[in-house]
């Protein structure tokens, strides 16, 4: 493939933030995939953060990890979830990556004595890592997703990017907005000039949008679609009608009957290769067609903002448990729980009794623990089925040690680093990093290989010794303490290939029905039509 032929699509948002755009992204880029293309994502995200890693869930959202060990936004999981493909962390970008490298490539005299400037040298590198990023994919079409909304200081970079490369690239470049259409309660009618002052301020960065999707609580009337084409001088057909949903992996078929497809191809040119959404469609149709439920209960600590519950924070385990119910047959029916609650009023975890499975997901720091761990210890102690993922596998062993093995002041030395009974510890090579507060991506990260113990509830999940699992984390199950964890009846059923540390721990059947946890973090490699061996069966304990 020539260089110069391949095509991008930027994905702006208008009005507000959390509308969808990147779940719009990622079903326009399934759809892609399905006409025959080969299609890759990029995200850029405006702050200053070099990566997500040092962001609190709360500030923004779960931050996902790719196979590299680049800690991203919360969308790079949507897009590989979507296109079933794996992606690189050159995929993902943000000002503050954009503007290191510049300095970085100042300070080795790369600009040969020129002056460097915010204009052109900053909307450049974006273009070259986004076509990099390209060509690295061997993409045909590249889908390129801007953070945040028109009109914010931050973004007019990326803007000037998209406008320069659209110069550049006569004809095989298209700018998408995803809005957002109000229907005020008081006037019961939705509204579309928000939508107009968006586009409006697209169009002061030099760009008019080639589509527009029109994001909103219901579908567009015939009336809004005039509106919005007289007012922001589009086609009618350019205005695609993106009501709610109640699962996000309707979006394709959904789109596609927008006629998404072929609009996006006739602007480029471009000849369907094929047609196939088979695999979205009955994903679509067997969402429809679920009947019964499982009742799953998340406990975490990362989904308060002022007054509102964020689930942001755990999305791609979310989206694993909806695999996993998927397979299964089942609608999930998710519970979020504040481990705080159970500090408060350790008896209010009878509440759990009424859930068919817990999770607890991955976490950092003091704040809530000793709620997990009553959380832990009652759906222990009840036979309920738990999977812990990273500090939910670590959580889970203080729990044990403490309630089985005798190791009365168990804890971890991320919360108490003098403790003598840390049965979770810092990894060796981290304590360096820690004492120099050496804090962003220098944890476990990435993909690692582990070993599976034969004849354990892990082996029978993966049907393989060797997997592959994706990591974030610094601190480890204590060496010192394993011998005493798996005479009281731990079982460590997963290890790095060197035996030194342990990936997965469960209980006996005769203990537990379904007792696991795990270092690593299973729910970033789920996808809709294959979900993760642990959750599949995690899923199936819980409905039986
Ligand atoms: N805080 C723990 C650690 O750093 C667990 C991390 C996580 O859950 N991702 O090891």
Redesign the pocket.
């Known amino acids: 493939m020539r260089k110069n032929k391949v095509r991008y699509i930027f994905v702006t948002g208008g009005v507000m933030s959390g509308v969808g755009k990147g779940t719009a992204c990622s079903a326009i880029a399934a759809i892609l995939k399905g006409r025959g293309f080969k299609v890759t994502a990029v995200k850029i995200d405006p702050y200053v953060n070099v990566d997500a890693g040092t962001m609190n869930p709360t500030e923004h959202g779960e931050v996902f990890v790719l196979n590299d060990g680049l800690e991203c936004d919360q969308d790079m999981g949507n897009y590989e979830r979507f296109l079933g493909q794996e992606l690189s962390g050159k995929n993902y970008m943000t000002t503050g990556a954009v503007y290191k490298s510049v300095i970085e490539r100042e300070r080795s005299l790369k600009y040969k004595g020129k002056c460097v400037e915010v204009v052109p040298h900053i909307p450049l590198e974006v273009i070259d890592r986004i076509e990099r990023a390209a060509q690295r994919a061997g993409a045909e079409i590249c889908l390129v997703e801007i953070g945040g909304t028109v009109g914010e200081y931050q973004n007019i970079l990326f803007l000037e990017a998209a406008r320069m490369m659209r110069i550049k690239n006569k004809g095989q470049v298209l700018v998408a907005m995803v809005s957002y259409l109000p229907v005020p309660s008081k006037v019961g009618e939705m509204k579309t000039k928000p939508t107009q002052y968006a586009v409006r301020t697209l169009n002061s960065a030099g760009i008019q949008p080639d589509f527009i999707i029109a994001r909103a609580d219901r579908p567009l009337d015939q009336k809004r679609k005039e509106k919005l084409a007289v007012f922001c001088n589009i086609r009618e057909e350019d205005v695609i009608s993106a009501p709610d949903v109640d699962s996000v992996y309707h979006l394709p078929v959904n789109f596609e009957k927008g006629g998404m497809g072929n609009m996006i191809l006739e602007k480029f040119g471009l000849k369907s290769r094929k047609n196939d959404l088979d695999q979205w469609e009955k994903l679509s149709e067997k969402i429809k067609g679920l009947t019964k439920t499982v009742k799953i209960g998340v406990v975490g600590k990362y989904f308060s903002t002022g007054e509102f519950v964020l689930s942001d924070s755990y999305i791609s385990v979310i989206e694993a448990i909806k695999h996993a119910a998927y397979f299964n047959g089942v609608k999930p029916e998710l519970s979020w729980i504040d481990s705080l609650d159970y500090e408060k009023r350790p008896k209010k975890a009878r509440e759990l009794s009424g859930f068919d499975g817990i999770v607890v ?5 003091e704040r809530g623990i000793e709620g997990i761990i009553t959380a832990i210890n009652y759906t222990r102690e009840n036979r309920i089925p738990y999977l812990g ?4 596998m ?1 959580l889970a062993v203080i729990e044990y040690a403490r309630n089985k093995a005798g190791i009365a002041q168990a804890t ?1 030395a ?1 919360v108490a680093p003098q403790s003598k009974e840390a049965v ?1 510890d810092l990894m060796p090579e981290q304590k360096e990093k820690m004492k120099q507060a050496d804090y962003g991506g220098t ?1 476990r990260l990435g993909a690692y290989p582990a070993v599976i113990k034969k004849g354990t509830r892990a082996y029978e999940a993966y049907g393989n010794t060797k997997i592959s699992e994706r990591h ?5 199950i204590n060496p010192e303490f394993i011998r005493r964890l798996e005479k009281a009846g731990m079982i460590f059923s997963g290890t790095s290939p060197d035996r030194k540390l342990m990936e997965i721990m469960e209980l006996g059947s005769k203990e537990h029905g379904f007792f696991m946890g795990c ?1 690593f ?1 299973p729910e970033f490699q789920s996808f809709p039509q294959k979900p993760h061996p642990l959750f599949r069966e995690f899923i199936k304990a819980a409905i039986a």
Do not use: I
């Open positions: 997901p991955g976490g950092f720091g993922l990273c500090y939910g670590q971890t991320e979770v944890m974030r984390h610094r601190y480890e270092q973090h």
